[in-house]
């Protein structure tokens, strides 16, 4: 069984053709450029104008015609309204066109289970984190609960709000984490709340801070006290769940340093670590293809009526149907 | 002296019927952050254990502190953590005992006692007495928000750990925590503001 998955949650369009043992035949993505914030309309007009080329890619990039697909999965949410909208709509034409059945996955439990797929972590406790969600997540009976999660902004939307403050340019995460290097440190505000975490104390006090310290010493200590915070959250996490494995997922753990920091943490623990390639930390369409073939397969089924898009879908809220 | 527990952030030694609770680095922090944390959250847990007792919460009673080496003597509570017997209750004993648990929450709360990880692994049941535990990520704020905060993060850690019988436990709990505190409605109306505040809201 092949199946084509469309990722459309935010400023990434991702087309990903995978098969039913998990082999990734393509993974194409398409990023919106980007001068400061994700505009959401912006993003979706993005997306219509692009999804038609990325398809054609994605399908001759895996050497196949779209006769051989035999499934199309898309980012249902949670997401952007406009952005998941333009996605439904290009997944249901070709399932329509095509005749082929449908499938809207959950975006967080997709990147999950494509770190399972390519890391072959068992059973791990996930730390996900990129520029629109932050949580810690594990599964227990039947769901991928939250142990852990911000309270209010995500961790890599912190780090590029403070990048845009200082007009350092966009995405942000890269060029902190370059100008982090030979940094020192400066105190700014270290917020957990239980096994949750807050990131919007920190980014006010590092913009203020900005005004009295050098660049690379902020871009220092905001990377090391968020960073701190989400891999205290994890190991809390760990130790309350008991898990063996630490799985990271998100466009946020691409950066060296928080991976450095989860590492020794679960070295600490005896804890195996697992990262992900590349390209498939951050959005793509593979993971949403692979979750859709792991849905079909455990019976999951959508009449074209019910693809309605759901901005706001928490991870546990999705039956894991296929564990 | 015997290790009894090893927790994310401390390990804890037994001894004559007491106990030493040592905070210990982190080497994933840098030495600034880890150093300020383990020297901050050993003297607010030393404050607070003692400001919770006087504020009618059970909680072990604090011998010694050691701002040094981030260590903190205090007696023993022989009992078991509320985590681990959740599933082992009847359905009046768990009412009883989160109408408790929710009175002694208000008890903090009405001193302006923040705890700051309200979770059942932070509970012990001794003696048909629950007891208090593990103030470091507590302070003192009289605030709404962070006695909202506070509740949140117990619904949270119930729905994620309790949830066959999420619905029981926090029914119980929020009736306890408002029979006991006259302002308690307040705050729980905070706590679902923060909530909604949130980027993973099903419904706002």
């Known amino acids: 069984m092949i199946c084509l998955g469309i990722e459309g949650t935010a400023e990434k369009l991702g087309v990903g053709i995978v098969t039913g043992d998990g082999e990734i035949l393509a993974n194409l993505t398409k990023h919106m450029p980007l001068k400061e914030g994700i505009h959401p309309r912006e993003a979706a007009q993005h997306h219509a104008q692009n999804i038609k080329p990325l398809l054609e890619k994605a399908l001759a990039k895996a050497g196949i015609g779209i006769d051989e697909v035999d499934l199309i999965a898309f980012s249902r949410g949670p997401g952007l309204g406009p952005c998941l909208r333009v996605v439904a709509v290009a997944a249901r034409t070709l399932a329509l066109k095509y005749r082929l059945p449908v499938l809207g996955v959950n975006h967080c439990v997709a990147h999950i289970e494509i770190g399972r797929l390519t890391t072959n972590a068992e059973d791990p406790l996930t730390v996900y984190a990129s520029g629109g969600n932050t949580q810690v997540t594990a599964y227990v009976e039947g769901r991928y609960r939250v142990f852990g999660e911000t309270l209010d902004i995500a961790l890599g939307n912190c780090i590029d709000q403070f990048a845009r403050e200082l007009k350092l340019g966009a995405p942000g995460g890269p060029i902190v984490e370059k100008l982090a290097r030979g940094g020192s440190y400066v105190e700014l505000p270290y917020v957990v709340k239980g096994m949750d975490l807050s990131y919007s104390g920190l980014l006010t006090a590092a913009v203020k801070k900005a005004k009295e310290a050098s660049v690379a010493d902020v871009c220092f200590s905001l990377q090391e006290t968020a960073f701190a915070m989400l891999v205290e959250v994890a190991e809390r996490a760990l130790a309350h769940t008991e898990k063996e494995e630490v799985l990271i997922a998100g466009g946020v753990a691409v950066n060296k340093r928080l991976q450095e920091m989860l590492r020794t943490m679960c070295e600490e623990h005896g804890t195996a670590f697992y990262a992900p390639p590349r390209d498939v930390l951050g959005d793509n369409g593979a993971m949403i293809a692979w979750l859709g073939l792991l849905s079909y397969a455990s019976g999951a089924r959508q009449r074209l009526e019910d693809t309605h898009v759901i901005q706001r879908w928490r991870t546990d809220e999705v039956e894991v149907l296929w564990r | ?204």
Do not use: W
């Open chain 2, 1 to 204: 002296m015997e290790v009894i527990a090893k927790g994310a952030e401390a390990n804890l030694y037994l001894e004559d019927n007491i106990v030493l609770k040592e905070r210990i680095r982190k080497e994933y922090r840098i030495p600034e952050i880890d150093e300020a944390l383990r020297s901050t959250r050993t003297k607010r847990e030393a404050k607070l254990l003692s400001l919770a007792r006087r504020a009618g919460v059970p909680t072990p009673v604090v011998l010694d502190v050691d701002n040094r080496s981030k260590c903190i003597t205090m007696s023993y509570v022989d009992g078991e953590k509320v985590k681990y017997i959740v599933d082992t209750l009847s359905e009046e004993e768990l009412n009883r005992l989160f109408s408790e648990i929710g009175s002694l929450a208000a008890k903090l709360h009405r001193a302006n006692i923040i705890h700051g990880d309200l979770t059942t692994s932070n509970m012990l049941l001794s003696q048909g007495r629950v007891f208090f535990i593990d103030f470091g990520l507590g302070e003192v704020n009289p605030s709404l928000e962070a006695k909202g905060t506070d509740l949140l993060v117990f619904r949270k850690s119930v729905r994620s750990t309790h949830y066959r019988r999420e619905k029981e436990i926090l029914e119980a709990f929020f009736s306890g925590y408002r029979s006991e505190y006259p302002e308690g409605e307040e705050v729980i109306e905070r706590m679902k503001r923060i909530e909604k505040r949130g980027r993973y809201v099903s419904a706002r």
